[in-house]
């Protein structure tokens, strides 16, 4: 699987971004996608994941600002970003397992480094004060 995360940029706080992970050489319909973030001088965070039934789970930070859904049929998820602080500032990363979901099961996804095998590029958030 290859990951393509877009839609980084620079806002102000209080402001919107709308964060895009595109897939190519396999379809994401089985698969857990998730969106990390890495600050610098920080370690990498899990910030929203989704499994492959649509249920998502979110970092306390940005629980209520933050949403994450999948459009399979354009092979792609979002994170929309609202709200946005500071502290939000940060490359941020989408990524899949290296396993799909067995066929008939959608295991609850984690925000575990761990738990993912493939990552995108990266896209740069900056949130201005």
């Known amino acids: 699987v290859q990951l393509q995360a877009s839609g980084g940029g620079l806002v102000h706080a209080g402001g919107s971004l709308r964060l895009s992970c595109s897939a190519s050489?396999?379809?994401?319909?089985?698969?857990?996608v998730a969106w990390f973030r890495q600050a610098p001088g920080r370690e990498r965070e899990g910030v929203s994941c989704i499994n492959s039934d649509g249920v998502t789970a979110y970092e306390d930070s940005v629980k209520g600002r933050f949403t994450i859904s999948r459009d399979d049929a354009k092979n792609t998820v979002y994170l929309q970003m609202n709200g946005l602080k500071p502290e939000d500032t940060a490359v941020y990363y989408c990524?899949?397992?290296?396993?799909?979901?067995?066929?008939?099961?959608?295991?609850?996804?984690?925000?575990?480094?761990?738990?993912?095998?493939?990552w995108g590029q990266g896209t740069q958030v900056t949130v201005s004060s």
């Open positions: 050489g396999s379809t994401l319909d089985y698969y857990s």
């Open positions: 990524a899949t397992p290296v396993a799909r979901a067995p066929l008939g099961e959608a295991p609850i996804c984690r925000l575990l480094n761990y738990a993912y095998g493939y």
